[in-house]
Structures are given as structure tokens and as C-alpha cells.
């Protein structure tokens, strides 16, 4: 796991004002991520504040050496894959040198700062060109909510407790924060229907989710063992797996999710790393008396140590026209599973990893209705409308509806670190 160091300290400041007391991007967290100023290329960028650093204009200046100069020219480009499948060594040492150059008083400031550009005047683009993404279902009290609208005495199938669910998502279909997302079409069928029609969803949801970024990937036939596979993880971002349960409900029987969740993924654009999470590294909770122990090749001391990860999350809804609304909140400490061992698991049959592939956590909902990280838990699937603190009712998501997730980590000791947005619109069916 990755150690504290000078980077975490909560007495740094840094000469750019707006980063001191920045809910997300303060001088301790500097995720990596791709952006666009006005009309120019994508490039790799650091956030710090309500600034982002052009890294390839700073490698241009000389600012890196050695491993830091490694990491800051694969971080250079139109997507990171290249500082992804790095090691943690020079990704740390770019962490540690751009800690240092932000810092208060640091000597190279005239040099940096004319290299920024203000996040708010740039487009920010997915960080990676994503070969593969895979959808888990880790988060144990959203399988209950979901299980138990359909098997009331039964909720969870039988394999939960021994295998991390998952199933192989699209990835061209993932987006970054900001775009819209268009309502799809499909085959759906409504339990009191006979037949199904085709025609715009009826029944759209979002889901809670945290995505995790593969960095180093691993050979077709070579297994992660469990206490190498955080190694393998880059860092994290916000995710939202939209979903259409009626098209879902339909199609779902025997092969999983397939048109339901394929229309549109959306991602929060920084990479928050491994390095910037550590300090909110937790114990994994002890499972409920009962439950089975992982098998082995699931099972490491280290990770069960602090495989978990403290991250507060929380979902906003603005209606069309509307100020955003808060409909509820969750922890990432509420996955059944560690990052670690849904990639140890991903990898055990010798599936091949690469640099910039994608997961999704599964929906990550808390206890109780506050808990809920999706409207098919929070609306029991639409037979219990929501009343949104505005007035407006909700049984799933309406045209012109915008989606917020947050994310922030915080600790006794340590600064706080966020994740920015992840939000999107959604825009009516195209023939409806
Ligand atoms: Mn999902």
C-alpha cells in the first residue's frame, strides 16, 4: 500500500490561492486528468484549486528530472495510458514534484504559473482511451435493496458472499462529466404487458458508483495475486452506470445487462491516485458473523488491513430549470469487496488487464432510504414516488433532469481531497 509522505502534510499551502480550503482540489490531492483550453489540443493536466497545469508546457520548461520527468512526459498527451501503465515509483515522484513547485514560497513560481489556465475557461476529457470496462457489483446493500424488490425472502443469490459479480460493460460508450445523455429506445415490456414494444425508456436511473482506473496491466494467462493487485490500480474516479430497468427487466434473463446500461457511462474527469488516497485507507469491515471467509486467492492481510477506503458520496438531483437537490448519500466503505480483490478476481482466470481499463464498483448504497445510491431503491421501483425537497415528484428520472455526484474524502489530520463533478443532463429520446 501506498505510505504518507511530504505530500499529505496538512500544514501545506499553496501559492495558488484558490486551492487553500478547496473542497476537491487543494495542494494535497493533484489528480491527473485531460483538458482543453479554448479551441487547442487535449493534453495532460494537473488540478490544483480552480487551476489546472499544463504538464507538457512544464516538462517544455524544464521543470522534471529523472522520474518525475519520466511520469510528467507520459502524462504529456491526449490520453494518460501512457502514465497509467507506469509503475507507482515515477508517478510518485511527479506527485512530489509538483507538491513541491505549488507550495507556498516555492522558488519556481514564476515559471508555473503562467502555465495554468483556469479549469472553468477548459474542456475536461475522459483521461484514458479505454480498452476494456467491467461493471462489478460490490456494493452489498444495494444487491439487498435491489434482491429483495424481486425475491422478498431471499435477497442476495447464493454465490455473493464467495464471488465478486460482474460483467464486462461497454467502453465506447463511457463519457466525461458535461456531456448530455440522450434517453435511448428499446425493448421493453411492462409486467402487465404480453408483448413488448419498442420505444424511448420509461424507466431511467442512474446509479452511485466509483470507478477504479487500471494502471499496469498484466500478461493474457498471468493471474494478480491478491497482495500485488494494488499495484494495479492508478486511481479513482466518480461513475454513473445509467441505467433503463425497463429495458433492464426485460432483457437481463440468462446473459446480464446488456442495451439496459450499454447507451452511456459517465465518469468524473480526474483521476484522484492511489497516492493522494492513502490517507483514508481503512480497515475492510469484518464481515458479519456467518458470512463465508474470502477464499484464498481473495484473502491478504495487508489488504484486509486497508483495503478499504473511506470516500463520502452523495447524489443531487437538479430538475430542468431547477437548483440541485439532494436525494441521498453513501460510503465507499459499504463495498463487500476491496479494489484489490476485484482485481485479483478480474485477473484469477488469467484475464489480461491493460493500462486505462475501467471498473465500476457497483452501485454503492448505505442502510435506509437516505442510503439509497440509485432511484429503483429510493422509489422502491416506482411504487413509492419520491417528493423532492422543491415539491416536484420523481418515480424515475424526467427529460431535462441533471445528475450530481460528489465525492470528498476526509480525515482527523488530513485536508480534505474531492473528486469534482460527475454530473450530466439528460436529453429527450430522439423520437420522442
Ligand atoms: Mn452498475
Redesign the pocket.
Known amino acids: 500500500m501506498t505510505s504518507l509522505d511530504r505530500s499529505h502534510d496538512p500544514a501545506l499551502k499553496s501559492w495558488v490561492a484558490s486551492a487553500n480550503g478547496h473542497d476537491d482540489f487543494p495542494i494535497q490531492n493533484l489528480p491527473f486528468g485531460v483538458f482543453s483550453p479554448a479551441g487547442e489540443a487535449p493534453r495532460g493536466g494537473v488540478a490544483i484549486g480552480d487551476s489546472i497545469l499544463d504538464l507538457n508546457a512544464a516538462v517544455g520548461v524544464g521543470l522534471f528530472t529523472g522520474d518525475a520527468l519520466i511520469a510528467a512526459r507520459a502524462a504529456s498527451g491526449p490520453v494518460l495510458n501512457p502514465l497509467m501503465a507506469l509503475a507507482s515509483g515515477p508517478r510518485r515522484a511527479l506527485r512530489l514534484r509538483l507538491s513541491e513547485l505549488f507550495e507556498d514560497n516555492a522558488p519556481e513560481r514564476a515559471k508555473v504559473e503562467p502555465l495554468l489556465h483556469a479549469a472553468s475557461a477548459c474542456v475536461l476529457h475522459l483521461p484514458a482511451a479505454i480498452g476494456d470496462y467491467t461493471?462489478f457489483?460490490a456494493g452489498i446493500q444495494h444487491a439487498m435493496n435491489a434482491g429483495s424488490l424481486f425475491r422478498p425472502d431471499n435477497p442476495l443469490l447464493p454465490n455473493y458472499k464467495y464471488v465478486p459479480i460482474g460483467y464486462h460493460g461497454r467502453a465506447s460508450s463511457v463519457r466525461p462529466s458535461g456531456e448530455p445523455v440522450r434517453r435511448p429506445s428499446g425493448q421493453r415490456k411492462l409486467a402487465t404487458e404480453t408483448v413488448p414494444t419498442f420505444g424511448p425508456a420509461r424507466n431511467l436511473d442512474y446509479?452511485l458508483?466509483l470507478g477504479v482506473w487500471v494502471g499496469p496491466g498484466n500478461a493474457l494467462g498471468q493471474p494478480i495475486p491478491i497482495a500485488e493487485a494494488g499495484r494495479h490500480i492508478v486511481g479513482m474516479c466518480l461513475l454513473n452506470?445509467w441505467?433503463a430497468r425497463d429495458i433492464q427487466a426485460w432483457e437481463y434473463q440468462p446473459l446480464g445487462?446488456f442495451l439496459a446500461?450499454n447507451f452511456t457511462t459517465t465518469v468524473s474527469p480526474w483521476i484522484v491516485t492511489a497516492e493522494a488516497l492513502a490517507p483514508f485507507r481503512l480497515a475492510q469491515a469484518a464481515r458479519p458473523e456467518g458470512d463465508p471467509a474470502p477464499l484464498s486467492y481473495l484473502t491478504d492481510a495487508a489488504d484486509q488491513a486497508e483495503g478499504a477506503v473511506d470516500i463520502a458520496l452523495e447524489v443531487l438531483l437538479a430538475p430542468k430549470g431547477g437548483a440541485p437537490e439532494r436525494l441521498s448519500g453513501s460510503n465507499a466503505t459499504d463495498l463487500y469487496w476491496t479494489l484489490a480483490q476485484l482485481v485479483a478476481h478480474h485477473a484469477s482466470g488469467g484475464c489480461n488487464l491493460n493500462p486505462g481499463d475501467l471498473f465500476?464498483t457497483?452501485?454503492i448504497s448505505g442502510k435506509g432510504r437516505d442510503g439509497c445510491g440509485s432511484l429503483l431503491e429510493l422509489t422502491r421501483g416506482g411504487a413509492e414516488p419520491l417528493t423532492l425537497p422543491s415539491g416536484q415528484t420523481r418515480k424515475f428520472l424526467e427529460d431535462g433532469d441533471e445528475v450530481i455526484f460528489r465525492g470528498v474524502c476526509r480525515r482527523d489530520g488530513f485536508v480534505q481531497i474531492g473528486f469534482g463533478e460527475c454530473r450530466a443532463v439528460l436529453l429527450p429520446a430522439l423520437d420522442a
Do not use: A, L, N
Request: charged fraction near 45%; hydrophobic fraction near 0%.
Open positions: 461493471d457489483y446509479e458508483e452506470d441505467s445487462p446500461k465500476g457497483g452501485t
